[in-house]
């Protein structure tokens, strides 16, 4: 059952790593908030249509008061993935998909030292995986001549919020339903992506037809099947080993952008995302002892 959970957080973090591709080229003729709102619509529809298949059993546990509704909460938290996924879209004009999926996964970092806040413990692996993660991060994001790029300061700001709303939804993820929840969050973001559009974009929707793929892979794959697997492959794997699976999301996006965009990077910038990858490793290193 191990081996099961294994391979669904594998096939998780593979589609949200691949995703950073759909997101850049699905911005060919259209705004961020243009595809945004397309990409969630469509992540919507999907989870619909999760919500109705899973109807009985979530019925069946509701009524065993296992746990309670998840749609306020997520209406809530999705305020939060709105303006995560806003930046992460935004930097994604100035950035590269593999730069974006490793800076991105800083909040694997960030998680434990803002739980530190709410009062859980911090260990000294958690403090060492900061610095060895800032510090790739610094090799990575900045150049020999000491210059920042927008795109990167934008994608470091936004792993504060994916932090914030990972923590958010860790504490309710086991009072509420979660597929509740998530559809409620991406209806939020939905609707948010949508009326920034017409407020700061001309919609272009022949634009949005002809970028109908990307929009496609970004919904679906990252908002409907990705989650579902997220769920499920939590029920079979240990939760350090999960963390550790889905923080694969970076190398995939990395792998992803230089199969299908050639994209390239240094050796500076790829030694800053071996030290990244260490980091993140690192702050799990207690639980994974565990583990094994």
């Known amino acids: 059952m191990q081996i099961k959970g294994t391979l669904m957080l594998l096939g998780a973090a ?6 950073f591709v759909a997101q850049l080229t699905g911005m060919d003729g259209l705004g961020p908030f243009s595809y945004a709102a397309g990409r969630y619509l469509i992540g919507f529809l999907s989870l619909v249509v999760l919500l109705i298949f899973t109807r009985k059993n979530r019925s069946k546990e ?15 938290i999705g305020v939060v993935l709105f303006i995560a996924s806003s930046m992460q ?73 994916w932090t914030a709303h990972i923590l958010i939804a ?12 998530s559809a409620a969050q991406i209806f939020v973001t939905m609707i948010f992506s949508f ?5 700061l974009e001309t919609p272009n929707f022949s634009a949005m037809i002809n970028a109908w793929f990307p929009i496609l892979y970004g919904g679906i794959m990252s908002s409907g099947v990705a989650f579902t697997l997220q769920i499920y492959g939590q029920k ?21 952008g230089w199969f299908f965009l050639n ?21 799990q290193w207690t639980l994974i002892k565990k583990s094994f």
């Open 14 to 19: 593979f589609f949200w790593g691949t995703t």
């Open 62 to 76: 509701r009524r065993q008061k296992n746990y309670q509704r998840g749609f306020l909460i997520g209406l809530i």
């Open 89 to 161: 879209q935004v930097a994604l004009q100035y950035s590269t998909a593999g730069k974006a999926a490793f800076i991105t996964c800083l909040y694997i970092v960030f998680v434990p030292l803002g739980a530190k806040f709410l009062g859980k413990i911090i260990r000294r692996e958690n403090w060492l995986g900061a610095g060895l993660a800032i510090f790739g991060l610094y090799l990575l994001a900045v150049g020999e001549s000491f210059s920042v790029q927008i795109g990167d300061v934008i994608l470091f700001v936004s792993a504060f919020f």
């Open 170 to 181: 860790d504490r309710f993820a086991n009072k509420v339903d979660v597929i509740e929840m």
């Open 195 to 199: 009326a920034t559009m017409f407020a």
């Open 236 to 256: 079979y794997a240990e939760p350090s080993t999960a963390a550790i699976l889905m923080s694969f999301e970076a190398i995939f996006g990395a792998l992803a």
């Open 263 to 283: 994209e390239v990077m240094s050796s500076r910038e790829i030694f800053g995302c071996v030290l990244m990858l260490f980091g993140m490793l690192a702050t």
